[in-house]
T-cell receptor
Framework: SQTIHQWPATLVQPVGSPLSLECTVE??????LYWYRQAAGRGLQLLFY??????ISSEVPQNLSASRPQDRQFILSSKKLLLSDSGFYLC?????????????FGPGTRLTVL | DQQVKQNSPSLSVQEGRISILNCDYT??????FLWYKKYPAEGPTFLIS?????DKNEDGRFTVFLNKSAKHLSLHIVPSQPGDSAVYFC???????????????FGQGTILTVHP
């Protein structure tokens, strides 16, 4: 069966510090991978998606970047965090070219920037 | 530009009654719709979906209705249970062009509270 892992679960970082959040998927090959952010009281905003190794598409201009160094690994980074980067970050995967667009989400990372 | 909207931020229902969660969309290219349930500090979990070729899909206590002409869908939960209390997101995707990266556009979510 497929599983998705995210770490860390919670993170408190000072403004201006770097960020690295990691997501890995097990039990599937060549998945689509996604990073979402849920700000307080808001919906899910798609930040990045990837259809393959090294292929990253950004949905919104922002202070963050993403990388996919391996097939089932997706990393969200920032060189200098802003207060507005606080939120709940979710990684998700889906089957490439599936008949449905169901996405499977990880447990999330709660990021607080102080 | 909010292409998927859930205009009710919250809904309160008595246990055993029906919960109706609504969702509107503006993009006529959307042809697949999903509902997700999310508990605090957890990732969303998939509930039910519907393709635009259907107007109803049922799975146990959950039924999704799609009205394409009104660009409106709803999720019915009958009977509602306290364990259903969570945030519910509707999401939409468009595959009519033949290519899809499986991108979903989510609504803002509705907080459902089911009282015992």
């Amino acid at each position: 069966s497929q599983t998705i892992h995210q770490w860390p679960a919670t993170l408190v970082q000072p403004v201006g510090s770097p960020l690295s959040l990691e997501c890995t998927v097990e039990g599937t090959s060549n998945p689509n991978l996604y990073w979402y952010r849920q700000a307080a009281g808001r919906g899910l905003q798609l930040l990045f998606y990837s259809v393959g190794i090294g292929q990253i598409s950004s949905e919104v201009p922002q202070n963050l970047s993403a990388s996919r160094p391996q097939d089932r690994q997706f990393i969200l980074s920032s060189k200098k965090l802003l207060l507005s980067d606080s939120g709940f970050y979710l990684c998700a995967w889906s089957v490439l070219a599936a008949s449905t667009d169901e996405q499977f989400f990880g447990p999330g990372t709660r990021l607080t920037v102080l | 530009d909010q292409q998927v909207k859930q205009n009710s931020p919250s809904l309160s229902v008595q246990e055993g009654r029906i919960s109706i969660l609504n969702c509107d969309y503006t993009n006529s290219m959307f042809d697949y719709f999903l509902w997700y349930k999310k508990y605090p500090a957890e990732g969303p979990t998939f509930l039910i979906s519907i393709s635009s070729i259907k107007d109803k899909n049922e799975d146990g206590r959950f039924t999704v209705f799609l009205n394409k002409s009104a660009k409106h869908l709803s999720l019915h939960i009958v009977p509602s249970q306290p364990g259903d209390s969570a945030v519910y997101f509707c999401a939409a995707s468009g595959r009519a062009g033949g290519t899809s990266y499986g991108k979903l556009t989510f609504g803002q979510g509705t907080i459902l509270t089911v009282h015992p």
